[in-house]
C-alpha cells in the first residue's frame, strides 16, 4: 500500500519585513511577509542552533485582514505547505504557503 504524499510544515518565529498585500490579475489577495526563526534543536543527541528565514505567502479572503493586523515584530506560527518558486532571475527558493496564521 502506497502512503499519501505529505507536504506539511509548522513554524513559528518573527516577522522581520513589512508584510505587503498584492492581488493577482484574477483579484486573489496575496499577503506576503518574511519569518525568521531560532531555536536549538537536538539532533544526534547533541544541540544544534537552528536558524530560518523564508518567505511567507498568505492567499485568499483572509489576507487583506492579516495585512491590517501584522507587523514586523509580531511573532507568529505558520502552518502550510512548502513550494518552489524561481525569482525574476531565475534562482529557485522555497516559499512557505500559510494555511493557517496565529500570532503568539
Known sequence: MVEPVQNNYQ???EIIKPPQLT????????L?????????????????????????????DLAPQWAKELNVGNAVQVTGFLNRIEDRNGIGKLVLHAQQLVKI
Open 32 to 60: 506576503r511577509f518574511v519569518l525568521e526563526h531560532q531555536s536549538e534543536q537536538i539532533e544526534a543527541g547533541l544541540p544544534r542552533r537552528s536558524y530560518v528565514r523564508i518567505t511567507v505567502v498568505m492567499s485568499g
Open 23 to 30: 492581488h493577482s490579475p484574477a483579484g486573489i489577495s496575496h
Open 11 to 13: 513554524l513559528s518565529g
